[in-house]
């Protein structure tokens, strides 16, 4: 089975590979199907690579192995909980879903990464566009599940890349108020002071807006008196 790619070819093979496989054009190889997979049949009688019968810049590529869901789903929860980066990005690289649901509870790796601490791996599965404020079944976000365990670096991390702040769990718990139940006061403090600045933004906003609206309307009103004086 070939692709092309960049101009050159990518040759695939059903089963082990041996040079002897690929026929030069002299030889009259013939395409033939065989165990539902189609190889290329016919033999050169000489391994020597010059006389395989592949276009300039190409290369042989083995067929990736398939791994299973379940397989997956192990991996990418045990490089979350370790913080292991390297097994992350290569999972991930190969086409694992960074939001994959990887248990009965609807952790996702991010989740994993969050509750256990390990602030690169959390900074690595955002990188791949993981969804910093899905939830499990207990509607717990990974701030909630960092702010519990006390990480301060991680949760300064979430936060500040967009995590919503007061999102309420199952319980009806925000992450501040995860962390206070659990004794977390570092976190705690942090989430208290992201609440209220995030409060007076929004206050002072608001009152912008007011402000705005209330000049918009003087304007307007001031426009019409002036051209209800030139009209008389």
């Excluded at 033939?32 to 590529?61: D, H, T």
């Excluded at 990480?151 to 995860?178: C, I, S």
Aim: charged share 30%; with cysteine; proline share 2%.
């Amino acid at each position: 089975m070939a692709c092309r790619r960049e101009s050159g070819v990518v040759v695939s093979f059903h089963r082990r590979f041996d040079f002897a496989d690929l026929s030069a054009p002299r030889k009259d190889a013939e395409r033939r199907q065989r165990g539902g997979k189609r190889i290329l049949a016919g033999a050169v009688g000489a391994l020597n690579k010059s006389n395989v019968n592949l276009p300039a810049n190409s290369f042989l590529e083995a067929k990736r192995p398939q791994t299973s869901s379940s397989n997956v789903k192990q991996e990418l929860r045990e490089a979350a909980k370790k913080g292991d980066a390297q097994a992350l990005h290569r999972l991930l690289h190969a086409g694992a879903d960074v939001n994959m649901r990887l248990d009965s509870y609807d952790l996702r790796p991010l989740h994993y990464a969050a509750w256990h601490g390990k602030t690169d791996a959390v900074e690595l599965l955002l990188s791949y566009k993981a969804d910093i404020n899905a939830r499990n079944k207990d509607l717990k976000t990974a701030l909630h599940l960092s702010a519990s365990r006390g990480h301060l670096k991680t949760a300064r991390l979430l936060a500040r890349r967009g995590a919503f702040l007061t999102v309420r769990d199952k319980e009806g718990n925000t992450p501040l108020e995860v962390a206070e139940m659990w004794g977390k006061a570092q976190v705690a403090m942090l989430l208290e002071e992201l609440v209220e600045t995030a409060r007076d933004g929004q206050a002072q906003r608001r009152w912008t807006e007011d402000v705005l609206r209330e000049l918009g309307a003087k304007s307007s009103t001031d426009s019409r008196s002036s051209s209800e004086r030139r009209s008389s």
